[in-house]
């Protein structure tokens, strides 16, 4: 029996992070309301096939694949945890996928180690729980690793049809993959020209399946996005004009990249000295023709791509969720870099390194206020004004409209239609309603607008007759007649 389990141990150490990582993304899955992100994403994608394109083209920054998953399901995913539902199975299976790349090259260590990470990093279970399309993009990149290592292993036309095959999709799927996509097949090319196999016949398949399909995703949603790169909330994450400032955005803006990415000050320092070395020593070796030295060099190109996109106002760099793709490939040259290095000591230290993330990661709980998506409770006002059972009036501060709409599209509320600072709009709908008393509920509030917004109707000389306070929303009620 003993012996068995040893035998099979890969299996079932590869069967318990899976199942980890699919408890801790199930958890909670519905616990909270949809924030207005979520719910415009979902909203998005009702009505009809014109109506989602418009929509979609008009009010969102994601390619077209995750969009059409939700209009195909249609009433299905009109309640929290169906709507939530896919995107914790893409992270799932992101894990999954990631326990698979020791049938393309990587070790088995490097495999396991790489997958628990992933498994149980907080960042990875918050977007793995969010309406959008982050953990789609995290697959995305461990289908696109694991293309490019089995078309290395394999350098025939046949062993790149799997990778062709992502290449196609990644498009439609999530643009910052397109970066990643480009760089991998540049490293293939690259790496076939220096073993003499190279093939104009594979290359040009491999490069017109990725062009192609950006092409035909830039003619479908991303030329109706531009613009939605340089939103005002994005702005921090193009470098500054000032040479003073272009420093310091610079040092936070690639702390952040691996920090992010890995879960934690402490692995991203970890990650960056163990990389380091880990070049240095390969170099030193001949190491370089190994799986994970193609992903070192693609990894660093990835990093100056990103960097020269972020100042070329191509693409926002500083953003976490933006550059979410990137944490398989960050996670993978990461936990290589350990193992090559500690290759020459007993074989428990492998495992050692694995009870360490163990500890590392969890700690990093503590560190980032929701782990478990992000939190603002739209429906708490809600139940408490039907609890009340009056026939006041509900205004619904334009913040908070879109995840209204998801979980109460039937209810006759006002919605406020006035737009970012514009307090005087507001504070004009709230009278026009016509009531003595008025409930006002405000969840996504912009930088205090509802307090600033409530002192205005005092200053009008309007009185405040209750304020309840929920995680990230508020429920006012409005005397209008004092």
């Given at each position: ?8 141990r ?16 199930l958890?909670?899955?519905?616990g ?13 994608s ?23 998953i939700?209009?195909?399901?249609g009433?299905?995913a ?11 199975l893409?992270?799932?299976v992101?894990v ?21 990470w ?6 990875q ?7 959008r ?5 995290v ?6 690793i ?21 290449l196609?999709?990644?498009p ?44 035909i ?7 109706y996005?531009?613009g ?9 994450a ?13 040092l936070?803006?690639?702390t ?5 990415a ?24 001949r190491?370089l ?6 992903l ?6 990835l ?16 953003g ?9 490939l ?12 500690f ?16 500890v ?6 503590f ?8 939190v ?6 809600i139940?408490?004004?039907?609890q ?7 205004f ?8 209204i ?35 006002l ?7 205090g ?8 109707l ?5 009185r ?17 007649c004092?």
């Amino acid at each position: 029996m003993i012996k068995l389990c040893f035998k099979h141990r890969y299996l079932l150490l590869s069967s318990l992070i899976f199942i980890t990582a699919l408890i801790l993304r199930l958890y909670n899955l519905d616990g909270t309301s949809l924030w207005k992100d979520e719910a415009v994403y979902a909203n998005n994608s009702y009505g009809t096939f014109a109506d989602f394109l418009a929509r979609t083209r008009d009010n969102n920054s994601s390619p077209i694949f995750l969009p059409f998953i939700y209009w195909l399901l249609g009433d299905f995913a009109k309640n929290n945890f169906a709507v939530r539902f896919i995107p914790m199975l893409f992270g799932s299976v992101a894990v999954f996928v990631s326990l698979q790349f020791y049938r393309v090259g990587l070790s088995k260590k490097v495999t396991l180690i790489a997958a628990f990470w992933l498994a149980i990093a907080p960042v990875q279970i918050k977007y793995a729980q969010e309406v959008r399309e982050y953990s789609l993009a995290v697959l995305i990149s461990c289908l696109l690793i694991y293309g490019f290592l089995k078309s290395l292993k394999q350098r025939n036309l046949q062993g790149a049809y799997f990778f062709l095959a992502v290449l196609a999709f990644t498009p439609f799927a999530s643009y910052g993959n397109i970066f990643l996509a480009g760089i991998l097949l540049a490293c293939l090319l690259l790496s076939d020209i220096g073993e003499q196999q190279f093939s104009w016949l594979k290359s040009l398949l491999l490069s017109a399946a990725l062009l192609g399909a950006t092409f035909i995703s830039y003619l479908i949603t991303a030329k109706y996005q531009m613009g939605i790169g340089k939103a005002y909330y994005l702005l921090y994450a193009y470098p500054p004009e000032e040479c003073a400032d272009l420093k310091k955005w610079l040092l936070k803006a690639n702390t952040k990249y691996i920090k992010y990415a890995l879960g934690g000050a402490i692995p991203a320092t970890v990650a960056a000295v163990s990389m380091l070395l880990f070049s240095l020593l390969a170099f030193k070796n001949r190491y370089l023709k190994s799986p994970e030295a193609h992903l070192l060099v693609a990894l660093i190109l990835l990093w100056l791509a990103s960097n020269t996109l972020a100042f070329l106002d191509l693409y926002p760099f500083w953003g976490m969720r933006q550059h979410l793709f990137a944490a398989p490939l960050i996670i993978i040259v990461t936990v290589a870099s350990f193992v090559y290095l500690f290759s020459r000591l007993k074989y428990n230290i492998i495992y050692s390194l694995a009870l360490v993330l163990l500890v590392i990661m969890p700690a990093t709980y503590f560190k980032i206020k929701s782990v478990y998506a992000e939190v603002e409770d739209i429906q708490s006002p809600i139940i408490k004004i039907d609890q009340e059972a009056t026939n006041d009036p509900v205004f619904i501060y334009y913040g908070s409209v879109a995840a209204i709409n998801f979980h109460y599209p039937d209810r006759n509320f006002y919605l406020s239609q006035a737009k970012r600072k514009d307090l005087k709009t507001m504070y004009r709908e709230i009278i026009a309603l016509n009531s003595c008393r008025v409930y006002l509920v405000f969840s996504h509030m912009h930088r205090g607008e509802d307090k600033k917004l409530i002192k205005l109707l005092q200053k009008r000389g309007h009185r405040i007759v209750s304020i309840d306070k929920y995680r990230r929303a508020r429920l006012v009620k409005l005397d209008t007649c004092a």
